[in-house]
T-cell receptor, first 116, second 111 residues
Framework: EAGVAQSPRYKIIEKRQSVAFWCNPISGHATLYWYQQILGQGPKLLIQFQNNGVVDDSQLPKDRFSAERLKGVDSTLKIQPAKLEDSAVYLCASSLRGGSNTGELFFGEGSRLTVL | RKEVEQDPGPFNVPEGATVAFNCTYS??????FFWYRQDCRKEPKLLMS???SGNEDGRFTAQLNRASQYISLLIRDSKLSDSATYLC????????????FGTGTQLKVEL
């Protein structure tokens, strides 16, 4: 079974530029998450989708971050304009339901962003 | 106060040692609890769930104390391959089934 796919794996940009990350979850997984993991910290939830609807985006900096999940499958996360503090690994995860029953999220390998 | 707090370590232990990690959570409405493992520069993966009665999976034992809002993970007979960061994860149902991760505790098992 194919896992969660993410691209690009690495991205280096200058501050104030824009960047977009793509995620393809495991087939059949209704719930999709974007997490931000800064070096030395645990993953922080940015946004959670159930199918193509947003369940939780309370920690998404909406002045610069946006995410969408059209057709309830693939998702993109965009940052515009980027700041130095956005340097992090952006992890996409998916689960069959909300993750509440088993707690098992399946993560992609992440997209490592460096903002100079 | 952070929602989920862990000692970041690192814990450096010799092979064969027993090591314990602790985690505290702030939301008393939290319903379910997990330990994830994250290898260096890799993605997190579920290690085990934590049940109220405590549970064991081979060399790993997880325990929950709801009254103290405290979770623990015990690793017996540690192996070199156990070297990783262990993330405490809490699901606060009142928060919309959102999984909140701790900062992780780094374990290094040495010869």
């Amino acid at each position: 079974e194919a896992g969660v796919a993410q691209s690009p794996r690495y991205k280096i940009i200058e501050k104030r530029q824009s960047v977009a990350f793509w995620c393809n979850p495991i087939s059949g997984h209704a719930t999709l998450y974007w997490y931000q993991q800064i070096l030395g910290q645990g993953p922080k939830l940015l946004i959670q989708f159930q199918n193509n609807g947003v369940v939780d985006d309370s920690q998404l900096p909406k002045d610069r971050f946006s995410a969408e999940r059209l057709k309830g499958v693939d998702s993109t996360l965009k940052i515009q304009p980027a700041k130095l503090e956005d340097s992090a690994v952006y992890l996409c995860a998916s689960s069959l339901r909300g993750g509440s029953n088993t707690g098992e999220l399946f993560f992609g390998e992440g997209s490592r962003l460096t903002v100079l | 106060r952070k929602e989920v707090e862990q000692d970041p370590g690192p814990f450096n232990v010799p092979e064969g040692a027993t090591v314990a990690f602790n985690c505290t959570y702030s939301n008393s409405a939290s319903q379910s609890f997990f330990w994830y493992r994250q290898d260096c520069r890799k993605e997190p993966k579920l290690l085990m769930s934590v049940y109220s009665s405590g549970n064991e999976d081979g060399r790993f034992t997880a325990q929950l104390n709801r009254a103290s809002q405290y979770i623990s993970l015990l690793i017996r007979d540690s192996k070199l391959s156990d070297s990783a960061t262990y993330l405490c994860v809490v699901n606060a149902r009142g928060g919309g089934n959102k999984l909140t991760f701790g900062t992780g505790t780094q374990l290094k098992v040495e010869l």
